[in-house]
């Protein structure tokens, strides 16, 4: 069982990065599939989710900007990020969930300056 993202960069405040997460072992579509971040000095926060009906749910700061969705022909999870902001700059982790079991993915780095 294993979470892969990737997409991560070093980025201008105000362009764009799509995330990907491929999972493997697992059907992501019986998960909630998650994407969450960590800032330096930071607690890890949720970013945005998608549950099985499809439904997500976003941190306020990234509301409007950020679009997570599931591929799944390719049991892929995706985070579109647009506008980013200097705030945005953290390591992504992506996070399968089903009942008590939680899987984590390594995180890809995203970096946005200003």
């Known amino acids: 069982v294993q979470l892969q993202a990737s997409g991560g960069g070093v980025v201008q405040a105000g362009e764009s990065l799509v995330l990907s997460c491929v999972a493997s072992?697992?059907?992501?579509?019986?998960?909630?599939m998650s994407w969450y971040r960590q800032a330096p000095g930071k607690q890890r926060e949720l970013v945005a989710s998608?549950?099985?009906?499809?439904?997500?749910n976003y941190v306020p700061s990234v509301k409007g900007r950020f679009t997570v969705s599931r591929d799944s022909r390719k049991n892929t999870l995706i985070l579109q990020m647009n506008s980013l902001q200097t705030e945005d700059t953290a390591v992504y982790y992506c996070?399968?969930?089903?009942?008590?079991?939680?899987?984590w993915g390594q995180g890809t780095l995203v970096t946005v300056s200003s």
């Open positions: 996070n399968a969930q089903i009942a008590s079991l939680q899987i």
């Open positions: 072992g697992i059907d992501s579509s019986l998960y909630i």
């Open positions: 998608i549950d099985t009906s499809g439904v997500t």
